[in-house]
């Protein structure tokens, strides 16, 4: 189990920390080829890098002993570029890929020991999958297709329309319950495919890079919805994506996968703050550090009772954006606060430092080791992002575009 995952590495303050896991995943394999089950079982195959396993063995491990649980009412994110193995791991969660070895577990049920009749109603019941391509019956109305779920689950006529109308509602579609799919945009379509899922109440809903196919106004709308939805509900859900925006957007916590596995796994912050190694701090570079990072990572001990007690007062939460704000505004260091103690204090220069990557994250309550920022010379190694010539802010490793930056052309393929 990756250290990261245990609660006792948690802040004290992160109460989801302590929830039971919905899922609890522990040393999972899913290897593709032949004789597959040969490759988890002997060490010396299960080191091997993915180029020396395909040539030895003409196997490939989508999903290389990985570990990790996701809390009640968390958004887990699983981020990686293309083919490091997120849509097999995610599908593994219910079996609509058979792990080759590991255990996965959900309220602390035994998933790959589960009969065909308790891996339907896994699935239709308790983990709802929002697909990429939305997966929608055609010939239906809006409110069929949301409706379709319940159908299945033999919820008589009355009642599902009554309620797929409710959560048609819910996801702003109302007034268009009798169009077809075929008479929706993409970013209505998508609506429509998460309604269907949410219409079933799932404990837990499991999204496959659903908006990757949508422009990016569309997405950022889809995205905001998600984050309404989470607030709103509670809900559980697990996010797969290839986009570092849309996972530190929506991520309590998130694992970055690299060639079928795990590189890290923390709050968007450990990552930004704290990369776990030279790909992880490639990947995250160009992140603008003060919108992800908190003053936590940025406070010192106040110099003197005089600046303990004046200045404005700002959470521990905040970000160091925020605190910039809060600084500028009144020409004076804030206080970080919280109940009515001051935990520190940060001036411009502490918060200025933080945005130029000078300032030492491991001077809050992080990784020590993880702090020293190995100045411009990240070593990548095959598969890694490619080095670019001209890094902008925002621009993610696999260059696609994110939602936060003014909406360009999309790399995406057309709805
Ligand atoms: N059915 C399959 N047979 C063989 N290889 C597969 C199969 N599905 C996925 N793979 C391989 O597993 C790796 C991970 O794929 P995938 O899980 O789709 O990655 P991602 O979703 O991150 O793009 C890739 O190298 C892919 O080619
Ligand atoms: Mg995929």
Known sequence: MNATTGNTTAAATDTVAERPPVFSVDGLWKVFGPKAARVPADPDLAALSPAELR????????????????????????????????????????????PTAGTIAIDGE???????????????????????????????????????GLEVQGVGRAERRERAAAIVAKVGLEGLEQRRPGQLSGGQRQRVGLARALAVDPEVLLFDEPFSALDPLIRRDMQEEVVRLHREEGRTMVFITHDLQEALKLGDRIALMRDGRVVQLGTPEEIVGSPADDYVREFVRDVPREQVLTVRTAMRPAASADEAGTGPAIRPEATVSEA?????????????????????????????????GTADPAAGSRDPAAGSRAAGAARVGDGGPPARAKPS??????????????????????V
């Open 55 to 98: 040539s030895r063995t003409g196997c490939t491990a989508a999903v290389a002993d990985v570990s990790f649980d996701v809390r009640k009412g968390e958004v887990f994110v699983v981020m990686g570029l293309s083919g490091s193995g997120k849509s097999t791991l995610v599908r593994c969660l219910t079996r609509l890929v058979e």
């Open 110 to 148: 035994d998933v790959r020991a589960m009969d065909r009749s308790r891996l339907r109603a896994l699935r239709r019941h308790r983990a709802a999958m929002v697909f990429q391509h939305f997966g929608l019956l055609p010939h239906r109305t809006v409110l069929d297709n949301v409706a379709y």
């Open 324 to 356: 910039i704000e809060a600084v500028a505004r009144a020409g004076s260091p804030a206080r970080v606060m919280t109940d009515g103690r001051c935990l520190g204090v940060v001036d411009a220069t502490d918060l200025l430092s933080v945005v130029a």
């Open 393 to 414: 802010v925002g621009e993610a490793p696999d260059r696609r575009r994110k939602p936060t930056t003014p909406p360009p052309a999309t790399t995406e393929e057309p």
